[in-house]
């Protein structure tokens, strides 16, 4: 198997069992991530992505084992090791090993290589499905581990041919399971200020959106999400992905509105530029 | 090391790694676990806490990968190759491994043997002080490995001299961190009823009190709590513990009362017979 890991100051291939049983993220829930990807083999919004993951570490108290410069350089390793052309990176920090389950000493830090999803553009043109699902996130602005609805819910999505979970409380939405979202009312782009992770896809979208249209960025309601002209969702993996159904109810008319697919288009333009 | 644990089907000095980078637990904080003890050699209330352990798997849709009378059989083991007088048992199920970091395939279980936290009878007649703290479990009735305030507030607790949280919220409160709470009023015992974990020893307490007050079971606001003629926390390793102090604020005259000190003493009757 070509694909490896950064752990500790080591190197392993991806499946070798490297966790003791005492680590706080197994035992306690106490970890954050993050993930993203390369493009033309270069890692996309690298800074952005490094300075998400020192924010995440910062508010759970943990220390990072190391810099920017050294992370680059066990990132480019693990993608030569790879052989692939394309890989995504996942950034795992915990609270480490710990004799009394509770008090941090050092941070395990892992950085696994993973296959990308396998591309589907025609998925990106049909739109998809989600559920509304009543929830908000704890620490949203943490990437913290904490996924477990999403696993939770994952069969019943299967069953409902829905993609994704929307998580709305008290009347206001915030985010899907994984991803950003975004309401077109006319010309005008809102997405939700509070209760998200602030996605790096979500961020160069809104710059995309800024020569187009107007932005708005504050709390959204679940009923003005239901009777937006378009919806979409935003992520490392999923791009710019309609969403053109929440539960039973379709957005506007079901199909992918025109603007969406513009944003789709620009963003899909950066990311195959050299230049990003 | 004496201390083993159980993976999977075999038995392992308790500092291997074991686990594979891409388990559920440790990426999506998909696990549940459970924790329990001896006395006298033997696990006190192991059918109450097995039947917990096999309702949080549920809940989270696992399938446990053994029975009650093979774990059985393994805690003996684990036991006798402790070469301690008591131990303490962590049995965590996790979603286990995932190729693409959402579906669950086969649970991992783990059993750990753990040391005992060294008895401290002092404390217990002294009481300890706690900190409010506005949080609600998610999904309170299982016994999820998400203990993230708990970890992130551990230093602040250490510098306030508090030993543990207490969670309230929307002006009610559910429970400690790991522990149960109880409030007398008069002669009259109350504990919350909702957002909480079914503790055993809470179990075994109101048992023991049904002989000696009137017990409530109910919605608790944090003001009642506060304002309470006596309080204090039950748990697996805290027994009966009196709070004496939510933050700045004594709880009556600030030292443990003579009921809970009743409940104290008939529960370490219990926990000391031999017919438990």
Same sequence: chains 1, 2.
């Avoid at 190197?11 to 970890?31: A, I, M, S, V």
């Avoid at 899907?176 to 200020?193: A, E, H």
């Avoid at 539960?247 to 513009?262: D, M, V």
Wanted: hydrophobic fraction near 40%.
């Amino acid at each position: 198997m070509p694909y490896h890991c950064y752990f500790n100051g080591q190197l392993f291939p991806l499946d070798t069992p490297l966790f003791k049983t005492n680590d706080l993220g197994l035992l306690r829930g106490y970890g954050m991530f993050d993930y993203f990807r390369t493009y033309n083999g270069v890692p996309f919004r690298w800074n952005d992505y490094w300075q998400r993951f020192e924010n995440s570490a910062r508010q759970l108290r943990l220390s990072l084992p190391i810099g920017q410069e050294e992370a680059a350089a066990v990132l480019a390793e693990l993608y030569r090791l790879s052989g692939e052309a394309e890989v995504a990176f996942r950034f795992v920090l915990t609270g480490g090993y710990s004799a009394d389950s509770v008090s941090v000493v050092e941070p395990n830090l892992l950085i696994r290589t993973e296959p990308l999803p396998q591309d589907n553009p025609g998925a990106r043109l049909k739109g998809m499905k989600v559920l509304p699902y009543e929830y908000v996130r704890d620490l949203p602005e943490v990437k913290t581990t904490n996924y477990v609805h999403m696993v939770l819910m994952a069969d019943e999505m299967k069953q409902q041919r829905a993609s994704d979970l929307l998580f709305h409380k008290d009347g206001e939405i915030s985010e899907l399971t994984r991803s950003n979202v975004f309401l077109f009312r006319g010309d005008v782009l809102i997405t939700p200020n509070r209760n998200v992770l602030h996605g790096i896809t979500r961020r160069v979208v809104m710059e995309l959106a800024a020569s187009h249209f107007e932005v708005e960025v504050r709390p959204v309601s679940l009923d003005e999400f239901l009777f937006a002209d378009e919806t979409f969702t935003t992520s490392t993996t999923k791009w710019v992905m309609p969403i053109v159904r929440v539960g039973e109810q379709a957005i506007g008319n079901g199909t992918p509105g025109k603007r969406t697919l513009l944003l789709q288009d620009l963003f899909e333009k950066v990311i195959k530029s050299s230049d990003h």
